[in-house]
């Protein structure tokens, strides 16, 4: 750590003056230097004359100040190195999943993969459950002429008992043209999928 490099004073006229001055130097040499305080991404920082205050708490792209709701609770389950999941509560378009408690339990020493399933009709959403993965790849999600009936989001991480969210606060779906395809030469034929907004969606 750097210090301040003071003066020292020599006074021949008055040399316990000048040792007590050189005294004091020497105690402010040992002051760290001031070093500025910078709030990372989505941390809030409350700074005034007297106090720094740091909140944790994810601050969202624009620094909305509003709270995670998703949260992913381990707890000891009744087999030994395994961990129960439970998770709070969270709403897709307004709809609670139908398990936030009935998931299968997960190792503490190995990486497991927490998805939310949603299945879909014309009318909407019609299902949300949770599952417990091994593996999991994210590919594109879509379909012809109308969006997939089932798809999965990528909810968290558990890596050896400690979450890593994807998810943070409710979030909305709704019907999105994924790209259009002319090359069949019989018109063009457009491929949907479910677009996720309304959401702030953080990887720690």
Request: proline letters at 8%; glycine letters at 6%.
């Given at each position: 750590?750097?210090k301040?490099?003071?003066?020292?004073?020599?006074?021949?006229?008055?040399?316990?003056?000048?040792?007590?001055?050189?005294e004091?130097?020497?105690?402010?040499?040992?002051?760290?230097?001031?070093?500025?305080?910078?709030?990372?991404?989505?941390?809030?920082?409350?700074?005034?004359?007297?106090?720094?205050?740091?909140?944790?708490?994810?601050?969202?792209?624009?620094?909305?100040?509003?709270?995670?709701?998703?949260?992913?609770?381990?707890?000891?389950?009744?087999?030994?190195?395994?961990?129960?999941?439970?998770?709070?509560?969270?709403?897709?378009?307004?709809?609670?999943?139908?398990?936030?408690?009935?998931?299968?339990?997960?190792?503490?020493?190995?990486?497991?993969?927490?998805?939310?399933?949603?299945?879909?009709?014309?009318?909407?959403?019609?299902?949300?459950?949770?599952?417990?993965?091994?593996?999991?790849?994210?590919?594109?999600?879509?379909?012809?002429?109308?969006?997939?009936?089932?798809?999965?989001?990528?909810?968290?991480?558990?890596?050896?008992?400690?979450?890593?969210?994807?998810?943070?606060?409710?979030?909305?779906?709704?019907?999105?043209?994924?790209y259009?395809?002319?090359?069949?030469?019989?018109?063009?034929?457009?491929?949907?999928?479910?677009k996720?907004?309304?959401?702030?969606?953080?990887?720690?």
């Amino acid at each position: 750590m750097s210090k301040i490099r003071g003066p020292r004073f020599s006074i021949p006229a008055m040399p316990e003056i000048a040792s007590a001055i050189n005294e004091v130097v020497e105690w402010v040499e040992q002051l760290p230097k001031p070093k500025k305080i910078n709030a990372g991404p989505n941390i809030l920082m409350h700074e005034d004359e007297s106090s720094i205050s740091i909140e944790g708490s994810p601050a969202g792209e624009q620094g909305s100040s509003t709270p995670c709701t998703f949260n992913v609770i381990l707890e000891q389950a009744e087999e030994e190195g395994m961990s129960t999941v439970e998770v709070s509560p969270f709403t897709v378009n307004g709809l609670l999943p139908e398990n936030l408690k009935d998931i299968d339990p997960v190792s503490k020493t190995e990486i497991s993969y927490l998805i939310l399933n949603v299945t879909t009709n014309s009318d909407g959403i019609v299902g949300l459950k949770y599952e417990i993965l091994e593996e999991f790849e994210i590919k594109p999600q879509y379909a012809e002429s109308k969006p997939p009936t089932e798809f999965a989001i990528f909810a968290a991480v558990i890596d050896n008992n400690v979450v890593r969210p994807a998810l943070c606060t409710p979030i909305s779906i709704e019907p999105a043209v994924a790209y259009s395809d002319a090359s069949s030469g019989s018109g063009s034929k457009s491929y949907y999928y479910w677009k996720i907004s309304s959401a702030e969606i953080f990887l720690t």
